[in-house]
């Protein structure tokens, strides 16, 4: 389990690269880092308990009952402030993806990344296509049209137009 938990936070670190210019805050690495030290402890608390059980240790069994009585409750904690905080970290990133998308102008790195993001989650816009509308970048083109990033896969002449919101 622990070698697990350490692939899922280098995996997330991994795939953070990919999406820091949208979670610029120092924070957003936190839940990796999280996640790689209770692997840590959990390696450690894992050979407490094989140790404790190879030798038949009641003090060593006790102290692996009392360390992961406090894992549950932490665990409990942490899934009390999850759903307590849900809506600020949702407010917080559409905030964040709004600041970006209002610099997208195709050339930049963070254009890039706005690029990649649609592309890759299928979606157009922070909530819709209509988020376009109130960008530098979509007054300044004058064309009505969103990037060819919104397009989906499947539309194979699709210009972006806003015409055709059933190609986006």
């Known amino acids: 389990a622990a070698a697990g938990l350490s692939y899922v936070g280098a995996y997330v670190i991994n795939t953070y690269k990919s999406y820091d210019n ?13 996640i790689i030290c209770v692997a840590v402890v959990m390696f450690i608390i894992g050979l407490i308990g094989c140790c404790a059980t ?33 809506e600020k970290v949702k407010t917080d990133v559409q905030g964040t993806m709004h600041s970006v998308f209002e610099k997208y102008d195709g050339k930049n790195p963070e254009s890039t990344v706005v690029d990649y993001l649609q592309e890759q989650l299928h979606c157009c816009g922070v909530k819709n296509y209509s988020d376009w509308t109130t960008t530098q970048w979509f007054n300044s083109t004058g064309n009505s049209s969103v990037p060819l990033s919104c397009c989906q896969q499947e539309a194979k002449n699709c210009t972006g137009h806003l015409d055709q919101p059933q190609e986006l």
Not at 22 to 34: S, T
Not at 55 to 82: D, K, Q, T, Y
Request: aromatic share 18%; net charge positive.
């Open 22 to 34: 949208f979670l610029q805050d120092k924070y957003a690495l936190l839940p990796a880092v999280i």
């Open 54 to 86: 190879f030798r038949e240790s009641r003090v060593g069994l006790g102290l692996f009952l009392a360390i992961i009585l406090v894992i549950f409750i932490a665990e409990v904690s942490a899934f009390v402030l999850g759903f307590v905080y849900r």
